[in-house]
């Protein structure tokens, strides 16, 4: 009989323990699924932060480029096997053209140009202001004292750098009409170790507001990078994009206008590299963080935009041109406190001698070709 109490005692104690650690792990698991909801809860509020950010500084842009929407252009093809050059003109006292060629061979570039052309008493007068995109290649890093910002200097681990201008870009242009809206689209995919990388940039002949919500004006383009499947080494790491946007004529200077812009400024014009300051990450939104620095010449700005860990990575820039005040730059920016007053662009009289403008615009894209000049990435990066 005591035996048999023993053993139940012992039976009871060894139940008691197990009672007792289930209800510690009931504890700890509950603990844990709160940590991961509360996790989970403000991932969901940060990007609905990053929704509403990007939503007024989309209104904030549309404010500054709306006035521009109803002007109807006709524009110039151009392509080859590895580029395609876009002019879209008017004519008001003189021919005013933007221009947009896109290269595909080497390094993906952009380039963005203002030509005015005026004719008065029978002096000749052709200004232009030219900025360049180049898209070098992505960096995965370790992001060792978490700000989001690959920097070396402070000790950031470098995975890896995939070199776009060792990559095979097929260059392909599509016409299409989305509400009434002429447009064109121009794709540089590369494929490399299972990821595809693709550089995306659509124009159009009039102002239009994409599904997205950016609005787009006729001197300008928008810029879609989509990265994915990339071949990462680690599930910690980060990528960095490394692009640079410098002027082509020597007398440009070139601006680091925001968080968000740079500018490239020649006297009284302007061509600017603007981007979102959130990207879709697998279908989330994220911040982008973006670091800029300036060349030894200071002639060019190199922007790195970093984006977090994930398996299909969306970003929107734009690329775009104007002339008159620097604070007539529809940037990514958000509201001042101050309102600023809505530029005022002049309208658009209809094109009436094409014969004269084809001519014109000749003369600019073959000075255009002469004067575009190749920037050479830092070292540091190869």
Do not use: C
Request: no cysteine; net charge positive; hydrophobic share 40%.
């Amino acid at each position: 009989m005591a035996m048999a109490q023993k053993n139940f005692a012992k039976i009871a104690s060894v139940a008691l323990i197990a009672i007792l650690l289930a209800s510690s792990l009931a504890v700890v698991g509950a603990n844990v699924a709160y940590a991961k909801s509360d996790k989970a809860s403000e991932m969901q509020k940060k990007a609905k932060e990053l929704q509403e950010r990007l939503r007024e500084m989309q209104e904030l842009r549309f404010e500054r480029v709306k006035k521009m929407f109803n002007e109807k252009r006709i524009i110039f093809l151009d392509r080859g096997p590895n580029y395609v050059n876009f002019v879209s003109t008017k004519t008001e006292g003189g021919v005013q053209s933007f221009i947009l060629r896109i290269h595909s061979e080497g390094t993906p570039s952009i380039y963005a140009a203002l030509a005015n052309y005026t004719k008065e008493d029978g002096n000749r007068t052709l200004y232009w202001v030219n900025g360049m995109l180049k898209v070098y290649g992505l960096i995965e890093y370790i992001d060792k004292n978490g700000d989001g910002i690959y920097r070396q200097n402070d000790n950031d681990t470098r995975l890896q750098y995939v070199n776009f201008a060792r990559l095979d870009w097929k260059l392909t242009v599509t016409k299409f009409t989305a509400d009434d809206v002429q447009g064109w689209k121009v794709q540089m995919i590369a494929k490399d170790r299972g990821a595809t990388y693709n550089i995306t940039t659509q124009v159009f002949n009039t102002g239009v507001r994409l599904s997205d919500g950016t609005p787009v004006s006729p001197y300008e383009a928008k810029i879609d990078f989509s990265f994915e499947n990339f071949p990462w080494s680690s599930t910690e790491s980060r990528l960095a994009l490394i692009t640079s946007f410098t002027g082509v004529s020597g007398a440009a200077s070139v601006i680091h206008y925001s968080n968000t812009t740079e500018v490239v400024k020649e006297r009284n014009a302007y061509a600017y590299f603007t981007w979102a300051p959130s990207a879709t990450v697998d279908g989330n939104m994220a911040e982008v963080k973006a670091y800029t620095r300036s060349s030894r010449s200071e002639m060019m700005n190199y922007t790195e935009l970093n984006y977090p860990h994930g398996s299909k990575i969306v970003h929107d820039p734009v690329i775009g041109v104007l002339s008159g005040s620097i604070e007539d730059v529809p940037a990514y920016q958000l509201p001042a406190s101050v309102v600023q007053p809505t530029p005022v662009f002049p309208g658009l009289t209809l094109l009436a001698t094409t014969v004269a403008v084809l001519a014109i615009v000749g003369v600019i894209i073959a000075a255009a070709r002469k004067m575009i000049v190749e920037p050479k990435i830092l070292k540091t990066l190869h």
